[in-house]
């Protein structure tokens, strides 16, 4: 049960490869990735060896998971446990390599960019590290380079939610903690968000309320008509910012473009609302002060 090296001082490599089977779900507002990842490691158990001609040419056995030490294999921005049980066997093969597969859901937390929002692109990571065990005991390798990692993600990939697939890259890292320095294998899901929909659905009506009370000045003054016209355009778009905000993150760095667009087209609104107060209130007055000067004149 324990690190399977003839020496304690001697290092065990494990070879790790990820790759992505899935975007399930992104949540910007609480800042949440949902994958469903295909995990494979290898590494070399120096207590068991044999030749296959000497055992019927079996060059591999499948034992229960329990039955060997394997990598206490652990990810940094996992937020939630998987609730699926892990693969239950491991594969030893005859030079000592033992390979191990499993298939899990992935619920991390990821720093949401939403500056250019719903035009956006997000980089999620996925970092792989021991939870106890120094760099100088466990050291993590990747095996396969970006390209071929990024050109598998793409053959495997079921579903991408509203999110389309650019990339997947790894990098290896060596971080302290605590007291001494672990091996880390970083691994970055570059996805780019779909905007169609919210372009058809938040974009383009924020743009027709606009136009609708640009339009609103061929309305004609002497009426309440136009002022309750305006009142019911700014309200619609009163209505569009609050659905952003329950889209948006509130810890975001940086004041989103959307959000910029949103409220000049309310500002330009407003103006206009208060243009229209202006000269229907001048209109009141001026027909005011004309009164006494038809009554003046009646009389004479």
């Known amino acids: 049960m324990t690190r399977p090296v003839k020496h304690y001082k001697m290092t065990t490599w494990v070879y790790l490869q990820m790759a992505i089977y899935a975007i399930l779900d992104v949540r910007e507002l609480d800042q949440i990735f ?3 990842v295909w995990i494979y490691m ?6 068991i060896m044999w030749k296959s001609e000497d055992f019927c040419g079996l060059d591999k056995v499948v034992v229960p998971l329990a039955t060997l030490w394997t990598p206490d294999l652990t990810i940094e921005e996992m937020t939630e446990k998987d609730k699926a049980p892990p693969s239950p066997y491991l594969t030893i093969l005859e030079n000592g390599e033992v390979e191990y597969r499993n298939d899990q859901v992935l619920v991390s937390t990821c720093k949401m960019q939403v500056y250019k929002f719903p035009f956006d692109i997000q980089r999620c990571t996925l970092s792989f590290k021991s939870a106890v065990y120094s760099d100088d005991e466990i050291k993590f ?7 071929k990692i990024t050109e598998w993600s793409y053959d495997a990939m079921r579903t991408q939610s509203e999110w389309l697939f650019i990339n997947l890259t790894v990098n290896h890292k060596t971080v302290k903690s605590f007291d001494y320095n672990q091996s880390l294998i970083v691994y970055t899901i570059s996805m780019r968000r779909r905007s169609a929909l919210y372009i058809v659905n938040f974009l383009l009506p924020v743009l027709f309320f ?34 952003l905000n329950e889209i948006l993150p509130s810890s975001s760095d940086r004041i989103p473009l959307i959000a910029i667009y949103c409220i ?9 609302l208060l243009e229209t107060i202006l000269v229907m209130y001048l209109i009141s007055k001026d027909s005011q002060d004309n009164e006494p000067l ?4 009646l009389s004479e």
């Open 141 to 147: 390798e990747a095996i396969l380079d970006e390209s």
């Open 42 to 47: 290898s590494w070399q158990n120096q207590h």
């Open 34 to 36: 949902i994958s469903y």
């Open 294 to 297: 038809e009554d003046q004149s």
């Open 210 to 243: 606009l136009c609708l009370d640009l339009a609103s000045f061929l309305i004609s003054d002497s009426g309440g008509e136009k002022l309750s016209f305006k009142v019911t355009v700014l309200l619609a778009v009163t209505v569009m910012q609050l659905l």
């Open 264 to 272: 000049g087209s309310f500002s330009l609104m407003m103006l206009s």
